[in-house]
Structure formats: structure tokens, C-alpha cells
């Protein structure tokens, strides 16, 4: 998976607890990219990173933030996890400036919010 | 915003072609991508195809572009049971640095 772990891999939470997930990568890429995928609607972007404490939002932000304190390591948060929220997570690593702008992805976070 | 079409499901016979197709609305895309999900998998990028190509083939897969009706199809010939997977469309959001927009996935089932 390209030096691309995600951690946890699988988690079971309560409605109303913060969340916290995490991407890390060893292959020193600018930009990280964080997706959720659900039945009936594929992978939708949640919030991107195009370096270190540069952040902006996807297409499906809302309940969710990011940090990025280092080029390794992409930090998703759900402050105060709802049902909706249950998804699998993505995080994707992308060398731009490449061609093409390929995105490598990592193994998934299955996340259940009871 | 940026929308992808793709049918959910498609059923071919082992040994036959399987062809995907996909719609999108924006064509400031500059490469479109084809990307392959196995059973509790992540996505692993399949092929993609330059905007200002018709066509592009590697080995088993061939991808048509048809910009005028912003349309995809990925091509696998000789489709085996190692093939069974969701396989998405995705375009670029803008530059490909914003992100890549993505169709619901079609599941291809191999028939004996």
C-alpha cells in the first residue's frame, strides 16, 4: 500500500465520544487526503492537506477536522462522533507534480458508531 | 460539483470481456482514472488515460475516452475470477491536487 498505514483499523465507539484517526506515511509525499466510503454513494473527500498545517475541506467535511503537525502523519477527528459517521476511512498520499497526480491508498479504518 | 456515473453491478462469463462505462460532468479533468477494490481491501490504482487521448491499452485492459459525450469505459479481456472486484471511475477535482471525485463503483461478478 504504498508506505501507508492507518490506525486504528477498526474501531467501535459511542455516539457523542470524540474519535480520532490517523494516517501515516513513509514515502515523504505533499499531499494526504482523507475519504470515507459508504454503500450506494463510492468514496467522497472529506478534507485534503497539501503540506504541513495546510488544510481545506472536501465535498463531505461537516463533523469533521484535520490536522497536519508533520509531513508524515494526517490526523482525522470527529469531535463528537454520530451514527452517520459510521464509514470506512481512507487516507490517500499523492506525490503532485508527478504525472499523473496518482493517489496511493491505504488500507481502510472500518469505524461503527453505536 | 463534479458528479461520476457508473452502473453498480455487471455479470460476465469467465473467458468473455467485461466493459465498465462511466459518465462525468466536468472535462477539465486532465487524467481519469480507473481504480480496482478487492473484498476488504483499499483501492489500488488499475490504469488511467491522459485527457487528450482516445485511447489507451495495457495488456488486458483497454480505456476509451470519449470527451464530447464525457464519457469512460474500461475494457478487461479474457475476464478471470481473479477480476471479481469494485472497480471506480475517479476524475480530478480541478488540479489533481484537490482530490479526486469518485463513481459509486461497479461490481463486477464472474460467472463460471
Known amino acids: 500500500d504504498a508506505g501507508i498505514t492507518q490506525s486504528p483499523r477498526h474501531k467501535v465507539t459511542e455516539t457523542g465520544t470524540p474519535v480520532t484517526l490517523r494516517c501515516h506515511q513513509t514515502?515523504?509525499?505533499?499531499?494526504m487526503y482523507w475519504y470515507r466510503q459508504d454503500p450506494g454513494h463510492g468514496l467522497r473527500l472529506i478534507h485534503y492537506?497539501?503540506?504541513?498545517?495546510?488544510?481545506d475541506k472536501g465535498e463531505v467535511s461537516d463533523g469533521y477536522s484535520v490536522s497536519r503537525s508533520k509531513t508524515e502523519d494526517f490526523l482525522l477527528t470527529l469531535e463528537s462522533a454520530t451514527s452517520s459517521q459510521t464509514s470506512v476511512y481512507f487516507c490517500?498520499?499523492?506525490?503532485?507534480?508527478?504525472?499523473?497526480?496518482?493517489?496511493?491508498f491505504g488500507p481502510g479504518t472500518r469505524l461503527t458508531v453505536l | 460539483g463534479e458528479d461520476v456515473e457508473q452502473s453498480l453491478f455487471l455479470s460476465v462469463r469467465e473467458g468473455d470481456s467485461s466493459v465498465i462505462n462511466c459518465t462525468y460532468t466536468?472535462?477539465?479533468?486532465?487524467?481519469l482514472y480507473w481504480y480496482k477494490q478487492e473484498p476488504g481491501a483499499g483501492l489500488q490504482l488499475l490504469t488511467y488515460?491522459?485527457?487528450?487521448?482516445d485511447m489507451k491499452q495495457d495488456q488486458r485492459l483497454t480505456v476509451l475516452l470519449n470527451k464530447k459525450d464525457k464519457h469512460l469505459s474500461l475494457r478487461i479481456a479474457d475476464t478471470q475470477t481473479g477480476d471479481s472486484a469494485i472497480y471506480f471511475c475517479?476524475?480530478?477535482?480541478?488540479?489533481?491536487?484537490?482530490?479526486?471525485?469518485f463513481g459509486k463503483g461497479t461490481h463486477l461478478i464472474i460467472q463460471p
Open positions: 488515460i491522459f485527457s487528450n487521448m
Open positions: 475517479a476524475v480530478e477535482n480541478g488540479g489533481g491536487a484537490d482530490g479526486l471525485t
Open positions: 514515502e515523504n509525499h505533499r499531499y
Open positions: 466536468d472535462s477539465s479533468s486532465t487524467y
Open positions: 492537506s497539501y503540506g504541513v498545517k495546510d488544510t
Open positions: 490517500a498520499i499523492s506525490d503532485v507534480g508527478t504525472t499523473p497526480d496518482t493517489q496511493y
